[in-house]
């Protein structure tokens, strides 16, 4: 059994940053890659970012590429998504996701575990 938390989510204006946190606790060894995944009411849930825990694969949405960065603290059984520049288009609760697969993916149904998400707003 894997337990997520996400945390560091709230209000923000248009071009602000917010650095999300996901904690890791109970059996992690038997995950492999972490992801970051965001919805909105009325829509299915979208993917955000992906990484291996070691770091050394990652991947991003389109939408969020160059303004997103995913990051792991083995040591601390961490994983951070950092924002910056962030839009209204943004607005959404944002899931933690864990994966016992070895690679990296960007579907909902290729995830074992899940947070029960921070909000993010952002405003105009």
């Known amino acids: 059994q894997v337990q997520l938390v996400e945390s560091g989510g709230g209000l923000v204006q248009t071009g602000g940053s917010l650095r999300l946190s996901c904690a890791a606790s109970g059996r992690t060894r038997s995950t492999r890659v972490m992801g970051w995944f965001r919805q909105v009411p009325g829509a299915e849930r979208e993917f955000v970012a992906t990484i291996t825990w070691s770091g050394d694969s990652k991947y991003y949405a389109g939408a969020v590429k160059g303004r997103f960065t995913i990051s792991t603290d083995i040591g601390r059984k961490m994983v951070y998504l950092e924002m910056n520049s962030l839009k209204p288009e943004d607005t959404a609760v944002y899931y933690c996701?864990?994966?016992?697969?070895?690679?990296?993916?960007?579907?909902?149904?290729?995830?074992?575990?899940w947070g029960q998400g921070t909000r993010v707003t952002v405003s105009s």
């Open positions: 996701a864990a994966r016992r697969d070895s690679i990296i993916a960007m579907t909902t149904r290729n995830y074992d575990y």
